[in-house]
């Protein structure tokens, strides 16, 4: 969650190569770690939790229990918000150091992404945490993100060669890491990137909700 994106991050500022675009090196580097970021918690990190949780039966006995399905969510809700918080003070701080100084009037659309890109992770991370088998779901999760990690987090999509970059573009991977160096690095408000992301957090949400078992 914060050693991995942390080496990205220095590994990206301390090189020329891959190519990251025109702007400032590290000012990239650090708004695709900072998506990389939300994708290792809300995606990997809940979808492993939640379907080795959910073989355990630690699932089924929380659901019977007052906290109830409603309860649980907000739980994890709660959880991905705090080890995010904790992240971009760690991820913010390094990056300060390497010479990072984001664009201040991006710093409101870039929570809007990051809530956006949360909600679609941690959407996709339950639907594939509550159909497939908990050992099935660690392979997939982190296959997953070392793919979304060259796909749109920290590369680009503008950077990735012709269809690739295309394709990426449309994955949350792409949305949310071209959403974040939008806001942190130019100061815009990305709409585009964020109706993808609302249009995958809608569509796995869906999905979920109707596939989730709380029992293998």
Same mark, same amino acid.
Request: aromatic fraction near 8%; charged fraction near 10%.
């Given at each position: 969650?914060?050693?991995?994106?942390?080496?990205?991050?220095?590994?990206?500022?301390?090189?020329?190569?891959?190519?990251?675009?025109?702007?400032?090196?590290?000012?990239?580097?650090?708004?695709?770690?900072?998506?990389?970021?939300?994708?290792?918690?809300?995606?990997?990190?809940?979808?492993?939790?939640?379907?080795?949780?959910?073989?355990?039966?630690?699932?089924?006995?929380?659901?019977?229990?007052? =906290? %109830?399905? @409603?309860? !649980? #969510?907000?739980?994890?809700?709660?959880?991905?918000? $705090?080890?995010?918080?904790?992240? /971009? &003070?760690?991820?913010?701080?390094?990056?300060?150091?390497?010479?990072?100084?984001?664009?201040?009037?991006?710093?409101?659309?870039?929570?809007?992404?990051?809530?956006?890109?949360?909600?679609?992770?941690?959407?996709?991370?339950?639907?594939?945490?509550?159909?497939?088998r908990a050992e099935a779901v660690l392979a997939v999760?982190?296959?997953?993100?070392?793919?979304? =990690? %060259?796909? @749109?987090? !920290? #590369?680009?999509?503008?950077?990735?060669?012709?269809? $690739?970059?295309?394709?990426?573009? /449309? &994955?949350?991977?792409?949305?949310?890491?071209?959403?974040?160096?939008?806001?942190?690095?130019?100061?815009?408000?990305?709409?585009?990137?964020?109706?993808?992301?609302?249009?995958?957090?809608?569509?796995?949400?869906?999905?979920?909700?109707?596939?989730?078992?709380?029992?293998?």
């Open positions: 969650s914060i050693i991995l994106p942390a080496m990205a991050l220095v590994g990206l500022v301390s090189t020329q190569v891959p190519d990251l675009g025109d702007s400032p090196r590290v000012d990239i580097a650090a708004a695709g770690t900072l998506a990389l970021a939300v994708a290792s918690t809300a995606f990997t990190g809940q979808a492993i939790s939640t379907a080795f949780d959910r073989r355990n039966g630690v699932l089924r006995f929380l659901g019977t229990t007052p =906290l %109830g399905r @409603g309860g !649980l #969510l907000g739980g994890k809700a709660i959880a991905v918000a $705090v080890v995010l918080a904790i992240q /971009f &003070l760690v991820l913010g701080t390094i990056a300060a150091v390497l010479g990072w100084r984001p664009a201040l009037g991006g710093l409101a659309p870039a929570l809007v992404s990051v809530a956006l890109g949360a909600v679609a992770f941690v959407a996709l991370a339950l639907l594939i945490a509550g159909t497939l999760a982190n296959l997953l993100w070392v793919v979304f =990690l %060259g796909l @749109g987090l !920290l #590369l680009p999509t503008a950077v990735l060669p012709g269809l $690739v970059g295309t394709v990426a573009a /449309f &994955l949350p991977s792409g949305a949310l890491g071209d959403a974040m160096r939008a806001s942190l690095v130019h100061g815009a408000w990305p709409w585009g990137p964020w109706l993808v992301l609302i249009g995958w957090g809608l569509v796995a949400g869906l999905l979920a909700r109707r596939t989730f078992r709380f029992t293998d």
